[in-house]
């Protein structure tokens, strides 16, 4: 039987909620809550049903999971209030502000026995999907370094993103995207230190970008950069392994894997350069070096959904946990920290 959900926000995530609801083998739409009245009357003249107030929602005994995609700065009441009021929680990320704000939420869902989860779609991108699945296999060994980039060239949207009072600023957008899927990437991996800068050209109140640099206590490194004012991107992963190098230039792409099966070559014969010879950058061959090209992942976003569902019904344990909510938290503060100081940091969970 499928689960009856409300939407908390009608804005651009609340209506991909509100589709991606209609269209669910799990899901039943029971409607939508919004303060903005024109938002009300959008839903209603889609033929969506429209809650008065969050009050109403809350009493609604038929809904039994909420998903909210209002700003940032208001998440931990409406959190509370929800879990608090027997609903089960689906919150839109980043799901807070702070650790202790997050605390609050873990505690009230403790409180209520209702679950309590965050929505990271972005673990169902195929190109992050493609290196987890890379670095899994074995296939060129273990990731020294892996390098997450975002480009685009439009600065941060003109609404609340760009606001600090709302928690705008690229770190809390689209940061917790790539930290999370690095840190699942990492899963085993204890930080050591994080430094991270920011940059304002198109907005002085928030970070419009950023280069986050996380070491880890083995030597390996993870790499963030998010950056809206570039107008030619840079290929949106790289990793550096241990038997090979693979690449990912658009998430519409396949994998380039080259695996480097025998180190030294007897006889390398150097390259003429502009200003010389060099034998240490000389190409390898295909006697050293395989090179080929990975498919892209199957990946249905639906599954978020169907596995909270599932948890719901004690059948599943949720798909993003409450640990792995608290790191990222940590690391998006250790991040502000280190570019306020504008110095390296040390990683204290």
């Known amino acids: 039987m499928k689960k009856k959900i409300a939407i908390i926000g009608f804005g651009g995530m609340g209506s991909w909620h509100v589709n991606h609801a209609q269209k669910s083998d799990v899901l039943e739409l029971a409607g939508i809550y919004d303060i903005d009245v024109e938002k009300q009357e959008k839903a209603k003249n889609l033929g969506i049903y429209s809650y008065?107030?969050?009050?109403?929602?809350?009493?609604?005994?038929?809904?039994?999971?909420?998903?909210?995609?209002?700003?940032?700065?208001?998440?931990?009441?409406?959190?509370?209030?929800?879990?608090?009021?027997?609903?089960?929680?689906?919150?839109?990320?980043?799901?807070?502000?702070?650790?202790?704000?997050?605390?609050?939420?873990?505690?009230?869902?403790?409180?209520?026995?209702?679950?309590?989860?965050?929505?990271?779609?972005?673990?169902?991108?195929?190109d992050y999907l493609a290196m987890q699945q890379l670095a899994d296999s074995g296939e060129i060994g273990a990731p020294l370094r892996i390098e997450s980039r975002i480009h685009g060239s439009r600065g941060i949207p003109s609404d609340w993103r760009g606001e600090k009072e709302h928690g705008g600023g690229m770190i809390l957008d689209w940061g917790i995207h790539l930290i999370d899927q690095l840190m699942l990437i990492y899963k085993n991996e204890e930080i050591d230190t994080i430094n991270c800068e920011v940059t304002n050209i198109t907005n002085k109140e928030v970070d419009d970008g950023f280069y986050l640099t996380i070491k880890f206590k083995s030597g390996k490194v993870a790499f963030v950069e998010v950056g809206t004012y570039n107008f030619i991107a840079l290929p949106r992963f790289y990793m550096k392994a241990e038997k090979g190098s693979a690449l990912i230039v658009d998430w519409r792409e396949k994998t380039k894997v080259a695996k480097c099966k025998y180190w030294?070559?007897?006889?390398?014969?150097?390259?003429?350069?502009?200003?010389?010879?060099?034998?240490?950058?000389?190409?390898?061959?295909?006697?050293?070096?395989?090179?080929?090209?990975?498919?892209?992942?199957?990946?249905?976003?639906?599954?978020?959904?169907?596995?909270?569902?599932?948890?719901?019904?004690?059948?599943?344990?949720?798909?993003?946990?409450?640990?792995?909510?608290?790191?990222?938290?940590?690391?998006?503060?250790?991040?502000?920290?280190?570019?306020?100081?504008?110095?390296?940091?040390?990683?204290?969970?």
């Open 52 to 126: 008065s107030s969050l009050d109403e929602l809350i009493n609604d005994k038929s809904v039994e999971l909420v998903t909210i995609a209002i700003p940032n700065d208001v998440h931990l009441d409406t959190v509370v209030r929800c879990l608090l009021g027997g609903k089960h929680v689906i919150c839109e990320k980043p799901v807070a502000l702070s650790s202790s704000d997050l605390e609050k939420m873990i505690e009230a869902s403790k409180k209520s026995g209702k679950l309590f989860t965050v929505h990271q779609n972005r673990r169902f991108d195929v």
């Open 264 to 349: 030294h070559e007897n006889d390398v014969l150097p390259v003429q350069t502009a200003a010389g010879l060099t034998k240490t950058m000389a190409p390898r061959d295909s006697v050293t070096l395989d090179t080929y090209e990975l498919e892209i992942p199957k990946s249905d976003v639906h599954d978020f959904y169907r596995n909270f569902c599932q948890a719901i019904d004690g059948k599943a344990t949720q798909l993003v946990t409450h640990d792995e909510m608290r790191l990222d938290m940590k690391i998006m503060e250790y991040a502000f920290k280190s570019a306020e100081l504008g110095q390296t940091v040390k990683f204290e969970k």
